[in-house]
């Protein structure tokens, strides 16, 4: 752990965090004619990435965090002095898991992607460039204490994911990444109006302009409220449109569809944690009194968003879409733990980032695996699946449970301290998001019944079994026949295993036993509080470990 002065430079293991998965998407360029070397380069990098974050995670000291040391292993160098600008990182608790979620996402999802199939004319070395810079801009945003450079990572992640989508998705995927692109694009114009109002606030206020988070922070209990309001909304539009909330979130289904499914698990189950990341990072210790003085309104949109997306999923045909919908209504959850403004209900918020970036990371990738064997995204198009793929189909059911919050995954302990912090301040509120878990088990239930349950049936897999040379219509009467004679529909490979046995792991080990990633995120929980400057109506004793 290092505290620092803004000008000393400090700990450089932040700095070589950032810059592995850069030089690793560079190096694609002259080993773009080698394609094995180019992916085991990737490949390399991203799990040496993964390992320095097991470093970072290992010097991450909670007892320093908890005795009031805000951000550790601090670097900070002179950027722009005239602005007062610095390229300075850092890291809470928060910042910590959302950093070791994407780390631990991204070797598994270039083993995914180690086969695909890619568009006519694109490369995997280009893929896995674009894979490990998007996720070097990821950390940048995690990591960044300087306001003004973290408004760069933010829009600086846009491209990349724009390019994923936009050359490597699916046959409507220029509409979907120039609609990505420009909503985002529009948040971040908005949010940069504020950040330069923030500015002119702190010039006023300090004699000298600065983008300094801890300086920012400071200065936020002498800012006037109507001021605070207004910045306030700059920096929360962007990060609704994000996260996304309603009514900012229609650019997710179209994006989430036509994705590649190795960009549709970042951009959900990381890229939209920045939105919700923050909330808790910059609009509730930067414009305090903003945030309680518009929170019902932001707690309105969040009911809306779990109960208007759970409604939606129900009815979706696409199964991308489909996941691309229970997404908004769990972003809902997390953003109702995060304006109920208590201790438990913050943990509860942003162990949810993790959680859901898990569990929906897992079903995009059990669609993935469906598509690939069937060679279509409609819900309809699959049946009785669990009779030629009872693997395939368990993952499934693993991964719905974990998306429905089932009691033994690991989102059920995220959204149960949401719900029991939300109430003491909001219970109208929280009831009414209670009404959304019944919603989702009707929802991820009718998913898995349509495609696993029943008699063999759908287009994609009786085609995939009829290629095979499995067909005849005894195959399809009798699906023990259309298993043993061919491999059209097959169980998983020892690659796919590859892929789900961390997910499978973590989510069941998370399930039961979360203390390690809460005594992480608890004591800057405790110090985000601190700076709302509200009562606490629930201790964090009171969390289970």
Known sequence: MNTIAPDSGGN?????????PVLGALAMYPLRRNIPLAKGAAMGTALLEF??????????????????????????????????????????????????????????????????????????SGYFALLLATEATLIGVFTATDVFLFYVFFEAMLIPMYFLIGRFGGPNRQYASVKFFLYSLLGGLIMLASLIGLYVTSAEQLGQGTFTWTDLQAIAANTPTSTQIWLFVGFFVAFAIKAPLVPFHTWLPDASAEA????????????????????????????????RTLAPLVLILAVIGILYGALL?????DMSRFVAYTSIAHFGFIALGTFAFSSQAFAGAALYMVNHGLSTGMLFVMVGLLVARGGSRLISDYGGVSKLAPVLAGCLLLAGMSSLALPGTNSFVSEFLVLVGSYPREPVYTILATVGIVFAALYILWFYQQTMQGPVRGNAVIGALERAGAGGPGAMIDPNVAAKRGSGFPDLTKREIGVLAPLIVVIVVLGFFPGPLLDVINPSVAATMQEVGLPDPVSLGGIAR
């Open 260 to 291: 590649p499914i190795v960009a549709a698990v970042l951009l959900v189950g990381v890229l939209d944690k920045v939105g919700t990341y923050g909330f808790l990072r910059y609009c509730l210790p930067l414009f305090p009194e903003a945030s």
């Open 51 to 124: 390992v320095l974050v097991v470093v970072v995670y290992l010097s991450y000291s909670t007892e320093a965090a908890a005795s009031g040391t805000r951000f550790q292993l601090e670097f900070s160098a002179p950027w722009i002095p005239a602005f007062g600008t610095h390229f300075a990182f850092g890291i809470d608790g928060i910042a910590l898991v959302l950093i070791a979620l994407t780390a631990f996402l991204v070797p598994g999802l270039m083993l995914f992607a180690w086969a695909e199939k890619l568009p006519e004319g694109r490369t995997m």
């Open 12 to 20: 450089v293991l932040l700095l070589v965090l950032l810059a592995l």
């Open 313 to 317: 999923a129900v009815g979706q045909k």
